[in-house]
């Protein structure tokens, strides 16, 4: 009897002990979780008052920049914006219904633009653009590719335009039957993740290739831009809507001239990286047998498809984005390079002359392209083609 007793008392201890325990428990993880929530509250509390102060001071620094901008005079404007304040008004007259739609953060359509313009035009960083414009960096990104994308989708058929009718023949000057020059320029990019061996090039960097068609005005009237820099510039025609287009006839309409009895379609210039076609013209490859009427041919055509290159240059002298690394994601490349394309053709049609300051010796343009091969390297030669190239031999001759 007394064995049970002294059970039943030391069980009932062993119970209360833990029951103890229990409640000593409970009430140190209350203390942890108390002192938890003053410490998520007190971080909340300082990083609301950091960053509710910080906007009022940006808002101030910046409006009172973009007032100053306003009553600057052309110099400043062509020097920062690439154009006058008045062709800047009316790019915002042209971008502000696509552009209204989509505001973003409550910021004019003038703020929008000019952010815009200023990270195309210069090699700024994202912080630096920030600061001057009293926006976050990611609101930079943001702003420049829907104002880019805003440029493409309102003024792309108006200013990256094929020539026909009378403008075809306003273009087929100087060279006979000559619609235009083609050539290819590397963009260059950091390097991609994904398959990045593709985008490296023979200059040893990463780039995207920019396909362009220019008139004798220095205007570009076709546009093809994404494929790898590692990609041939034949790779890239042959890929190209304009190739497409050439093939089925329906690049230029049936204005053919006699030229030494040969009827001659209009045409475009190339370099030798590019197929010898009825509809493209290139000049021959240096060799043993190199004649001297063959060496006149290519001295008057290179002259002619000189155009294409001047227009590079002045393409990236006019949006330096172009000419220096591009830290954007590669999906959103070629729409910045589009849209600089496109504005390129907005200031010559707005009488924005080329500034020569805005020249810069760049030893990697070109590099790439000068140094290919002077071979065909489809070895592809369309029926016709060569005896309309002899035929102009003869002419030039």
Request: proline share 4%.
């Amino acid at each position: 009897m007394m064995n049970t007793l002294m059970r039943i008392y030391v069980d009932g201890l062993n119970d209360q002990n833990e029951m103890n325990i229990d409640v000593i428990r409970y009430r140190r993880m209350r203390r942890r979780r108390a002192r938890r929530q003053v410490v998520l509250q007190v971080r909340a509390l300082l990083f609301r008052q950091r960053h509710a102060a910080q906007p009022r001071v940006m808002v101030n620094r910046c409006s009172q920049w973009w007032d100053d901008a306003a009553h600057r005079d052309d110099v400043f404007w062509k020097k920062n914006f690439r154009m006058n304040q008045g062709v800047f008004r009316v790019l915002c007259d042209r971008l502000a219904p696509n552009l209204q739609r989509n505001a973003l953060n409550g910021l004019s359509v003038e703020r929008l633009v000019g952010i815009t313009i200023w990270r195309l035009a210069t090699p700024c960083e994202l912080r630096t653009i920030s600061n001057l414009f009293g926006v976050g960096r990611s609101t930079v990104c943001e702003v420049v590719h829907e104002v880019c994308g805003a440029i493409i989708d309102s003024m792309m058929e108006d200013y990256i335009v094929w020539p026909q009718g009378d403008c075809l023949r306003q273009v087929m000057n100087g060279f006979p039957q000559c619609a235009g020059a083609i050539d290819g320029t590397h963009i260059p990019i950091i390097a991609p993740k994904n398959n990045p061996a593709d985008y490296h090039n023979r200059k040893g960097w990463y780039s995207l290739i920019l396909q362009a068609v220019v008139d004798n005005k220095m205007r570009f009237t076709d546009v093809n831009v994404g494929f790898p820099g590692r990609a041939h510039d034949a790779r890239v025609f042959r890929n190209s809507a304009l190739y497409e287009k050439g093939e089925n006839g329906d690049l230029f309409p049936q204005w053919h001239r006699e030229i030494n009895g040969v009827q001659m379609p209009p045409v475009i210039l190339g370099d030798p990286a590019y197929p010898l076609l009825s509809w493209l013209m290139k000049g021959f490859s240096e060799g043993a047998n190199f004649r001297q009427e063959e060496r006149v041919f290519n001295y008057r055509l290179s002259r002619t498809r000189m155009v294409v290159e001047r227009e590079f240059g002045q393409l990236k002298g006019r949006w330096r984005i172009l000419m220096r690394r591009n830290d954007s994601a590669l999906r959103f490349v070629p729409k910045m390079v589009t849209a600089c394309c496109i504005l390129h053709n907005f200031c010559i049609a707005e009488n924005q002359a080329y500034d020569n300051d805005w020249n810069e010796v760049n030893e990697d343009e070109d590099i790439y392209r000068n140094h290919q091969p002077h071979v065909d390297p489809v070895n592809h030669v369309a029926v016709n083609a060569g005896d309309i190239r002899n035929a102009l031999i003869q002419y030039f001759a």
